[in-house]
């Protein structure tokens, strides 16, 4: 990946919707070879997707509850079961296996707290397993980014 490149994914995040024409034009190419780099991105997986971000709050998904989860298992069985599972609830938006003192991090977002507590008892109970879940709500966002620092 040369500079070009870093320069088409910096340009990228910050507006998708950039044409091809004008992505070419501030990274100094012609439409055809800038369109080949971004095909190349893509077909490599560097770049994943192209999506809108959405204001969570207007669409009435104001809560952002961050869960702690230890288990008590680790085979392979439940990890897929595990992963299947939180993968299916359209409330979790990440999911991170841990290292550390909690074995997984979830992000959930929900319209309010009664949304929510429905939430973690389809989790308990579809998951099982779990020997500790720890919520914490975020009180405010002060800053949330898809934007990777590329250089």
Known sequence: MDNTDKRILNLLQADSTLSMSELAAQVNLSTTPCWKRVKRLEDEGIIK???????SAKVELGVSVFVHIKTQRHDSEWLD?????????????????????WDYLLRIVAKDIESFDRFYKKLVNQVGGLSDVTSSFAMEEIKSTTRLPIR
Not at 49 to 55: E, F, I, M
Not at 84 to 98: H, I, L
């Open 49 to 55: 997707a192209r999506v809108a971000l959405v204001d």
């Open 81 to 101: 079961h595990f992963a299947a599972t939180v993968s299916s609830f359209d409330e979790v938006v990440e999911c991170y296996r841990m290292a550390g003192e």
